[in-house]
């Protein structure tokens, strides 16, 4: 899926074609692969829905951001608040709640980092995402400081208490139930961004993207306009930080901290930030890759460098530009 | 009726003087043209005017009310539009989506980001009606950067056409073009201009095209205004033929060397 339309935009004929098999896939999933690796699949979603909302920024209005992390950290403490001094057990007001706050944040943040571009905007972002690292980091007697605050998925329900998880296999009961609120969530996110990328909002950010100058001088209102772009980035985000807490258990400073920010940036690089889909992609093979690395050596940072810089190196366009620019080859060849 | 003036307008760059004074009437529905030689203060002028760039001094009136401390975007929301002299364009878009761009921004419809842009019917028939006017329309879904020199030329006009303007100033719009494709260029522009009645001004260096297109010719010399008149009462200035050629007396502007 090019960023570039086709003929009279976006077939959403072909694009529903090829979703439904893939749809159907993710749905029987369960049926083929164990608990670990189900859950393995359900981060790597969780990452997907986060890699999104940053390509938003990236992607789609050129702007590169240090400091996602921040969102993640305020959507997994937000939910982890309310289990540790509520002592609620509802994913949807962790949802509802974790919402507000991150996009109260991300409003904040992105007033002041869309003022400026390129490197300023950068610095910026890994700024303020270090800020709130150290608050978590400091402020131990509030967020339990380098303990981290658990979020036992024992306490846990979907959908309003329908789904909870007490009793015999209830892990397994969790895992299943869990990826499966988490795919609905997935898909829910894909569609709503698919729609904002394609719209007048999101082609006014590609023309702010490719020409600042331009988009002015057509009467864009540039600066509201990357401010509504961070926002949105950083709520998706956000989300991603809601839904990992729970299959986590517990979240800790590391989740501000830059080093899972740069994890963002390389999952949407690795798949390719120039297509919608490469984000997606990079998430869940990052997971898988970082997961491996972690699992086979002491040395997984070296390993894992070493992989990733293999495949930027071979592929600059990331995954996904890579195979459809050799799509595109072969269907010219045909 | 003036669509816009300026008055002394100034803009410095340290001691060069780059608008020094400019005080410039332009009617409505006019076509004129600002010639100079290089470095006369043309495009700072109209960089000016169009808020790419803050004046030192002075006043802008635009349909009567000054807009001299206004944005970019307030002033292309009064209806002052531009194209420039590098083509400006959205490179990784279609010709198609550069111009429903400028059509969805005039609507006030690029907040929306709850439908499809595709699915607008209405702004696509427009922008297809933009295209054909300026002779692009085969080029419709070809990205802007694949487009030849003369072709992107004509689409950063018709991005500034499909705003709407009431006063369109066009930077240099043949430069990097061949001598075939200028006349091209300049007649599907001046035909799509006066047939909607805008109001243009227009950078040219090309004084052919200057002579056969303007009601009216502005010649500036170090930031400053130095003849204004007719087509015919510039060609029979000798000042500006000192100016501009090098060389005066009758017929300077028709001799060929």
Not at chain 1, 191 to 200: A, D, F, G, R, T
Not at chain 1, 272 to 296: D, E, Q, W
Not at chain 2, 194 to 222: L, P
Request: proline content about 3%; overall charge positive; some cysteine.
């Amino acid at each position: 899926m090019q960023n570039t339309p086709s003929r009279t935009g976006p077939s959403i004929r072909l694009i529903v074609a090829c979703a439904i098999p893939i749809l159907i896939v993710l749905v029987v999933l369960p049926r083929f692969i164990d608990v670990y690796q189900l859950q393995l699949f359900t981060y790597g979603l969780i990452y997907a829905i986060a890699a999104l909302g940053f390509n938003l920024l990236l992607g789609y209005t050129g702007l590169l951001s240090f400091g996602h992390s921040a969102y993640f950290g305020i959507g997994a403490y937000s939910a982890a608040f309310l289990v540790r001094y509520f002592g609620i057990g509802s994913i949807e007001v962790y949802i509802l709640v974790g919402l507000v706050f991150t996009g109260l944040i991300s409003a904040a943040f992105g007033y002041v980092c869309v003022r400026h571009t390129r490197i300023f905007f950068g610095i910026l972002t890994l700024a303020l995402s270090q800020v709130l690292w150290t608050l978590a980091y400091k402020f131990f007697w509030v967020t339990g400081g380098t303990d981290g605050l658990r979020v036992a998925f024992a306490n846990l329900t979907l959908l309003g208490g329908l789904i909870d998880f007490k009793g015999r296999n209830a892990y397994q009961a969790f895992v299943h139930s869990y990826y499966y609120y988490v795919l609905f969530l997935f898909c829910v996110c894909t569609l709503l961004m698919w729609v904002i990328v394609h719209s007048p909002f999101g082609k006014a950010l590609q023309a702010i993207r490719d020409n600042e100058t331009r988009a002015q001088f057509l009467g864009i209102p540039i600066r509201r306009y990357r401010w509504l772009a961070f926002l949105l980035s950083g709520s998706f985000t956000g989300l991603a930080g809601i839904l990992w807490v729970p299959l986590n258990g517990l979240v800790t400073p590391d989740i501000l901290y830059w080093p899972f920010s740069g994890e963002i940036v390389f999952m949407t690089v690795l798949g390719g930030f120039r297509t919608f889909s490469g984000p997606i992609i990079g998430a869940i093979v990052f997971n898988y890759l970082k997961v491996y690395a972690v699992a086979s050596t002491a040395y997984w940072q070296f390993l894992l460098g070493a992989v990733l810089l293999v495949l930027v190196l071979a592929l600059p366009t990331g995954i996904v530009g890579t195979l459809s620019r050799q799509f595109g080859k072969l269907r010219k060849r045909g | 009726m003036n669509l816009l003036e300026t008055i002394n307008l100034k803009k410095y760059f340290g001691d060069t003087h780059a608008v020094d004074n400019v005080s410039l009437t332009v009617a409505e529905r006019e076509f004129v043209s600002l010639v100079g030689p290089n470095g006369a203060g043309k495009t700072s002028l109209i960089n000016v005017i169009s808020a790419l760039l803050p004046s030192d001094s002075g006043k802008i009136l635009f349909k009567g009310e000054d807009i001299t401390q206004s944005t970019v975007t307030e002033r292309v929301k009064a209806g002052i539009a531009r194209s420039f002299q590098i083509v400006n364009l959205f490179d990784d878009l279609t010709a198609f989506d550069n111009v429903t761009l400028a059509i969805f921004s005039r609507q006030g419809k690029t907040a929306n980001l709850a439908a499809l842009a595709h699915l607008d019917h209405a702004v696509s028939a427009e922008a297809d009606t933009v295209l054909r006017n300026f002779n692009l329309v085969g080029k419709r879904n070809e990205r802007a950067r694949d487009l030849s020199q003369g072709e992107r030329k004509l689409l950063d006009v018709a991005l500034a056409y499909a705003l709407r303007p009431k006063l369109l100033f066009l930077d240099e719009p043949t430069s990097g073009v061949s001598t075939r494709d200028k006349g091209q260029i300049m007649d599907t522009i001046a035909s799509v201009v006066r047939g909607e009645g805008i109001t243009a001004v227009i950078v040219e260096h090309d004084m052919d095209v200057v002579f056969k297109y303007s009601d009216r010719i502005v010649v500036m010399q170090q930031g400053a205004i130095l003849a204004q008149g007719t087509p015919d009462e510039i060609k029979n200035n000798d000042q500006v033929a000192m100016v501009l050629l090098g060389s005066s007396g009758p017929d300077a502007f028709t001799r060929k060397d």
